[in-house]
């Protein structure tokens, strides 16, 4: 008997210290400024958006969220860089839905999304337009389809790099037509909406928060968007099911992670601060102005979205034989 209460203490005292080692993690944390790692340039949706946020989650957690882009293949380097960063909470990254195809299709790369990174949340999610050149004689996604199938491989879309929601979804379109296109991928999602408005390209399917400008302008011609259904800051655009294409629903997100290993209390924390960011009615309201649509979550919600994702786009990757190599 002595000996099993001598025991029993023993373990009584670990777990009392191991729930104020718990607690001291999520009262001390952040202990210095948080730093956000952006898989893409200044000036993409992905950046856009992800300051928006980050602006407004400093608030909550009393520290500054420093935005660092670290751009390449395919969001490597970003995923990289926050593997050398220790697992304190101290480094998030944005992750966007192309980046789970990340170790199908970059098979020379170690790094994998689903094992190297815990979910802190889901972001948004947010859609494409399909936008041509004014010059490209269709006026809708009927006549457009037409001229791709009178010149099969001929006819170029852009997009801002291999496995970006624009690259996808003009493979996706490409696939239900049944007819070529050809992709061109560009290092810097400017320089690609850029050609389309040049002429150098006749089309893209550009994330909306960049081009809403460009189309009310004149620069773009705008002929539907991938919504399921019409976008407030583009109500005059049909979508892809409205122009006789419902299999060219598609949408994209974001989200936030953290390097695997982080405690979970620190993961908890950050998710909380991304919650009150998106119930925060500027944040609502900022979205909706540039297309996208606040939805947050649970960490195991994300976890769920992330692996569902894996799997339907392997197989749109197989099909349509993308790859980094």
Do not use: C
């Not at 997009?159 to 007819?179: C, D, R, T, W, Y």
């Not at 408005?197 to 002929?223: D, R």
Request: net charge positive; proline share 6%.
């Amino acid at each position: 008997m002595f000996f099993f209460r001598r025991h029993l203490l023993s373990a009584l005292a670990a777990l009392v210290g191991l729930s104020a080692a718990i607690v001291g993690h999520a009262q001390s944390f952040p202990s210095k400024s948080v730093r956000l790692v952006i898989p893409s340039s200044a000036g993409t949706p992905v950046d856009i958006l992800s300051r928006v946020v980050a602006a407004r989650m400093a608030a909550d957690l009393g520290q500054p969220v420093v935005v660092d882009n670290k751009v390449g293949a395919g969001g490597i380097v970003g995923m990289q860089d926050v593997m050398r960063q220790p697992a304190d909470g101290h480094t998030l990254m944005t992750i966007y839905r192309g980046m789970v195809l990340t170790p199908f299709i970059f098979r020379n790369v170690s790094v994998d999304l689903r094992r190297d990174f815990s979910p802190v949340g889901q972001t948004l999610f947010t859609y494409n337009v399909l936008v041509v050149n004014p010059k490209v004689a269709a006026n809708t996604v009927s006549e457009l389809a037409s001229m791709i199938k009178a010149k099969p491989g001929q006819v170029n879309f852009a997009s801002g790099g291999i496995a970006s929601p624009a690259h996808l979804a003009g493979e996706l379109f490409s696939q239900k037509l049944g007819s070529k296109m050809l992709h061109v991928p560009y290092l810097a999602f400017p320089q690609a909406i850029g050609d389309v408005m040049g002429g150098q390209v006749e089309m893209m399917f550009a994330a909306t928060a960049p081009v809403i400008g460009h189309i009310e302008s004149g620069k773009l011609k705008a002929l539907a968007v991938t919504s399921s259904r019409r976008l407030p800051s583009l109500k005059d655009v049909p979508t892809m099911a409205e122009m006789g294409f419902p299999e060219v629903t598609m949408r994209d997100w974001l989200g936030l992670v953290v390097k695997a290993g982080t405690p979970a209390d620190i993961v908890q924390k950050l998710n909380n601060a991304l919650r009150n960011a998106l119930n925060s009615e500027e944040v609502r309201q900022t979205f909706a102005r540039l297309g996208a649509e606040a939805n947050g979550g649970t960490p195991s919600d994300f976890a769920a979205l992330i692996a569902q994702d894996s799997d339907s786009l392997q197989q749109l990757a197989r099909s349509a034989s993308i790859s980094a190599d």
